[in-house]
C-alpha cells in the first residue's frame, strides 16, 4: 500500500467559518420531462422529481432540454410539510434509502449488525475541506446520531476518523466525546489516498468485511433523510486556489450556477485564471456556466501556468508511484482499474500530463 504525503502550497488558505448563500437569483434544475410548464409557481420544499426538490420558491422561467430554471422571488415560501424528528430502526432505514438514495441504499440493505462502523472526515485532495467544515458545523448532531447507530447496527468499535493537522476540530471533538464513550477519535496523518476507503482501512488494520464506512458528508444526508424525511437542497462547496486573496468553504443552494457563486464570493486577485473542479491533481477545468452538482466537491481558481512537459526521461517515477501498478506510459486508454489519482502526473519530472495523454488516445 504506497500513500504520499503531498507538497502544498501554504499560502493556499480557507476563511474559519463555513458561509452560506441561500438566495441565488436561480437555480438550474436537472429535470427531464417535468410535470411543470413555464410559468408554475413552485415552492422550495415541491418535488420535482423522486429525489430533488426545488430548493427555492419562484415562478419556473424556463424549461429546456438540459435544466428546468426556477427564478428566485426570494420569499423561501414552503408547503409545510411538518418536518418530525422520528425514531429510527433498520425497517425504516432501509424503507427510506430505497426510496430517496439508492447508493446509501446498496450500503445498508445487507447490513444488521456490524463489527465496524467507520466515519471518515478526511478530504484528502489538496485544499478540499468540506468533510471537515461539515463535521465542525454539526459535531453535537454527528456525535448523538453515530452513537445511535452505534446501537441499532450493535457495533464493537465506532470510529470517527480525522487528520491530525485538522486542528480546527480536534478540540472540539474531544469535548463532545465525552457524552459518547462508544465512539472513538482517531487522529491519522495527512497522506493522499486515505480519503478512499480501502486504503483508510488497510492503514487502520480494519477488515473491509462487516464494516460501516461512510464520509462525514453521507453521514449527514443519512441523518437528514432518515431522523428528518429530508432530501438536503443544500451542498459543501470548497472554493479555493493561488488566484484567490482567500478561499471559503460555502454551503450553497445545489443547482447555482458557478458564475453567480464567483460573482458574489469569488475574491479573485489574479487576472489570468483557470477554474478546475474536483481534484487538483487530476486537473479538469470547467467554465463558470458549470451548474453545481452534489457531484462537485470543489472549484479550484488557479493561476495559469506555463510549465512547459520535456520529454520522458525515462525514470520510471510515474510506474514505482502507481498505487496500482499500472505503467501509464504503456496504456492506451485509462483503464477500469486505474484511480484516476494523477499520482503519476504529479511525481513526473518533465511535467507531462499523463492522464491527458491517456484519454486522448481513448
Ligand atoms: S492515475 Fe491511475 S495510473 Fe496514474 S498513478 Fe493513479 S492509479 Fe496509477
Ligand atoms: S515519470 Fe515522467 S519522465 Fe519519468 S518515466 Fe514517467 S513519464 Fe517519463
Redesign the pocket.
Known amino acids: 500500500m504506497k500513500l504520499v504525503k503531498l507538497n502544498k502550497d501554504n499560502r493556499i488558505k480557507v476563511a474559519d467559518e463555513t458561509l452560506i448563500y441561500i438566495d441565488p437569483d436561480y437555480l438550474y434544475i436537472p429535470v427531464v420531462n417535468p410535470n411543470f410548464k413555464v410559468n408554475d409557481y413552485v415552492f422550495k420544499d415541491t418535488l420535482l422529481t423522486d429525489n430533488i426538490y426545488a430548493g427555492i420558491s419562484g415562478y419556473i422561467k424556463e424549461i429546456n432540454k438540459n435544466y428546468l430554471v426556477i427564478a428566485n422571488d426570494f420569499k423561501e415560501k414552503s408547503i409545510n410539510v411538518k418536518k418530525e424528528k422520528r425514531t429510527i430502526t433498520i425497517e425504516t432505514i432501509l424503507k427510506r434509502l430505497a426510496m430517496y438514495n439508492s447508493d446509501l441504499y446498496n450500503l445498508f440493505k445487507s447490513l444488521k449488525n456490524t463489527d465496524n462502523i467507520v466515519i471518515s472526515g478526511i478530504n484528502d485532495e489538496p485544499y478540499v475541506y468540506n468533510n471537515i467544515y461539515i463535521l465542525k458545523d454539526n459535531i453535537k448532531e454527528i456525535l448523538s446520531f453515530l452513537d445511535e447507530l452505534h446501537e441499532l447496527y450493535q457495533s464493537n468499535n465506532t470510529s470517527l476518523i480525522i487528520k491530525n493537522n485538522d486542528s480546527k476540530i480536534i478540540e472540539e471533538c474531544l469535548k463532545e466525546l465525552g457524552t459518547y464513550p462508544s465512539i472513538k477519535l482517531t487522529l491519522v496523518d495527512d497522506l493522499y489516498l486515505l480519503g478512499k476507503k480501502e486504503y483508510l482501512l488497510n492503514y487502520l488494520h480494519i477488515p473491509i468485511n462487516n464494516t460501516l464506512y461512510l464520509t462525514v458528508e453521507e453521514l449527514v444526508t443519512l441523518r437528514n433523510l432518515v431522523k428528518y424525511g429530508l432530501i438536503d437542497n443544500m451542498q459543501y462547496l470548497t472554493i479555493s486556489g493561488d488566484a484567490l486573496n482567500e478561499g471559503i468553504v460555502l454551503k450553497v443552494k445545489k443547482y447555482t450556477k458557478l458564475k453567480d457563486i464567483l460573482v458574489k464570493y469569488g475574491d479573485i486577485t489574479y487576472k489570468d485564471y483557470v477554474l478546475v473542479t474536483g481534484n487538483l491533481l487530476v486537473g479538469h477545468t470547467v467554465s463558470p456556466s458549470l451548474v453545481i452538482t452534489d457531484k462537485i466537491k470543489a472549484i479550484h481558481v488557479m493561476k495559469k501556468r506555463c510549465e512547459k512537459e ?10 514505482s ?1 502507481c498505487p496500482l501498478k499500472i505503467n ?2 504503456k496504456e492506451k486508454k485509462i483503464s477500469n482499474a486505474c484511480y484516476t489519482c494523477g499520482l ?1 502526473s504529479y ?6 500530463n ?1 492522464l491527458a495523454k491517456v484519454s486522448d488516445k481513448s
Open positions: 520535456d520529454l520522458c526521461i525515462n525514470c520510471g517515477k510515474c510506474l508511484i501509464i506510459l503519476c511525481i513526473c519530472p518533465s511535467h507531462i499523463l
